[in-house]
């Protein structure tokens, strides 16, 4: 019985150690949190205006969806409160349900010989909903792979490299 008593004291007492010896890492500074794995992309090459990665995508689509998805994320949300947050800000539901904080719409400059469906253009730019961009801020705060794959399976297509209409600098 005895022998029990110092084991099972030993036991806890190098548990508390540990334990303290955690506490002193985190508390020094130490211990760093895991960086998720990130998508792993190329930058395209610098340009004057910023270069988002994401897809083309209609007002109407992008309305419906942020409709649809913000219903999941707050059942309890009137019909009419629905509407009015996806028209004023139709990312956030976008990035509550795929988890990417990095997501936002712009206006992209239409490519050149690239053939852009009509419910894509608006005022002659085309709408974007981007998951990053080539800004520092951006694309440090890019998402994974698997957040990547799961948005691409929602959208239907894959995201491409676009040009945003406005210039860098303005892009922070």
Known sequence: ???????????????QLGEAKQDEQRDSGRTKP?????????????QRNAQMYGYYISQKSLYE?????????????SETKARTNARVNPSYSFKKTFHIQSLSTAYAILPPGQAVPAEYIVDGFGLV???????????????????????????????QWLVDVSPARFCR
């Open 34 to 46: 895991s960086k998720p794995n990130r998508i792993n992309i190329t930058l395209p090459p610098p």
């Open 1 to 15: 019985m005895s022998q029990q008593l110092q084991s099972l004291d030993g036991a806890m007492s190098s548990m």
């Open 129 to 159: 909903l981007y998951i990053f961009n080539d800004q520092p801020d951006s694309y440090h705060r890019r998402p994974t792979q698997k957040q990547v794959d799961e948005l691409t399976r929602f959208m239907g297509r894959e995201p």
């Open 65 to 77: 969806a942020a409709c649809s998805l913000l219903a999941k994320l707050h059942p309890d949300l």
